[in-house]
């Protein structure tokens, strides 16, 4: 059975910094596409970024191009997802997928649980 187990939201203050966590079992994702997506209130979920393995290739959303860092540890089936610069319009929740079309897909095949982001102003 596939779980994605995220860790790491809270609340943090404007311009604040985060640090997701996202690990996966009951089989590897080496060679598929990992990534994250969030849902704010009120809002219809969206992409923020993704990751190919091994080609690494990276695609971020524009709203977090520049602020935002995915990275992957294969051998921990771990995906991660490095926020700075947060913003209260970053308040939302934050999904883990993985086995997705590479690019900036509005779909998973996989789905964790959410974490909840909450920035204060």
């Known amino acids: 059975q596939v779980q994605l187990v995220e860790s790491g939201g809270g609340l943090v203050q404007a311009g604040g910094s985060l640090r997701l966590s996202c690990a996966a079992s009951g089989r590897t994702f080496s060679g598929y596409v990992m990534g994250w997506f969030r849902q704010g209130p009120g809002k219809e979920r969206e992409f923020v970024s993704s990751?190919?393995?091994?080609?690494?290739?990276?695609y971020y959303s524009d709203s977090v191009k520049g602020r935002f860092t995915i990275s992957r540890d294969n051998a921990k089936n771990t995906v991660y997802l490095q926020m700075n610069g947060l913003q209260p319009e970053d308040t939302a929740v934050y999904y883990c997928?993985?086995?997705?079309?590479?690019?900036?897909?509005?779909?998973?095949?996989?789905w964790g649980q959410g974490t909840q982001v909450t920035v204060s102003s």
């Open positions: 990751m190919s393995w091994p080609g690494r290739t990276i």
């Open positions: 997928a993985a086995d997705m079309p590479q690019g900036r897909p509005t779909t998973a095949k996989y």
